[in-house]
T-cell receptor
Framework: ELKVEQNPLFLSMQEGKNYTIYCNYS?????LYWYRQDPGKSLESLFV?????AVKQEGRLMASLDTKARLSTLHITAAVHDLSATYFC???????????????FGPGTSLSVIP | DARVTQTPRHKVTEMGQEVTMRCQPI?????VFWYRQTMMQGLELLAY????????DSGMPKDRFSAEMPDATLATLKIQPSEPRDSAVYFC????????????FGPGTRLTVT
């Protein structure tokens, strides 16, 4: 059974600083997703990474995928308060005997950006 | 702007009562997911439908929970009887035809069972 871990689970950082959130998964997968959840809100898709070496950037966030290492990173550049949220990674996993994939979510990283 | 809709947004009920939550997936999406989110357990997958057929409901307590898709525009999650430990936010999400696309989440139903 696929397990998805995130590190750290809680992160408090100052505005203007850089930091990286890590997502590790236990079995082979070629697809990884990053979602953002604001407090009391729903989840919103940030990035879809579909192949080894994929890199995507949106504003101050950049996500990358290394399928050989089973690792994805979400890098935050020059953090601002608006980035405070919980960030989830999720990984596709072949589902039983079917050709379908099941998506397994990590536990989330709660990010707080302080002035 | 297509969105997943869920009703009700909030529900407070007494233990033992039946609760039905509804979800309208984005038109054209053929996968529907039900999740439960709590502080203790995080985000848990309860049920997964593809083309209205249930593919996986192993995360759902079978004795009290049931999930159905009576048609392509409606998914339901029912709890009967409800218990205080069912208090959580229940999210519905839908995805397009292609495997590997991201899920689009609804706003959630916040359920409180007293």
């Amino acid at each position: 059974e696929l397990k998805v871990e995130q590190n750290p689970l809680f992160l408090s950082m100052q505005e203007g600083k850089n930091y990286t959130i890590y997502c590790n998964y236990s079995t082979t997968s070629d697809r990884l997703y990053w979602y953002r959840q604001d407090p009391g809100k729903s989840l919103e898709s940030l990035f879809v990474l579909l192949s080894n070496g994929a890199v995507k950037q949106e504003g101050r966030l950049m996500a990358s995928l290394d399928t050989k290492a089973r690792l994805s990173t979400l890098h935050i550049t020059a953090a601002v308060h608006d980035l405070s949220a919980t960030y989830f990674c999720a990984v596709d996993h072949p589902f039983k005997w079917t050709s379908y994939d099941k998506v397994i979510f990590g536990p989330g990283t709660s990010l707080s950006v302080i002035p | 702007d297509a969105r997943v809709t869920q009703t009700p947004r909030h529900k407070v009920t007494e233990m033992g009562q039946e609760v039905t939550m509804r979800c309208q997936p984005i038109l054209g999406h053929n996968t529907v997911f039900w999740y439960r989110q709590t502080m203790m357990q995080g985000l848990e997958l309860l049920a997964y439908f593809r083309n209205r057929a249930p593919l996986d409901d192993s995360g759902m307590p079978k004795d009290r929970f049931s999930a159905e898709m009576p048609d392509a525009t409606l998914a339901t999650l029912k709890i009967q009887p409800s218990e205080p430990r069912d208090s959580a936010v229940y999210f519905c999400a839908s995805g397009p035809v292609t495997t590997g696309d991201e899920q689009y989440f609804g706003p959630g139903t916040r359920l409180t069972v007293t």
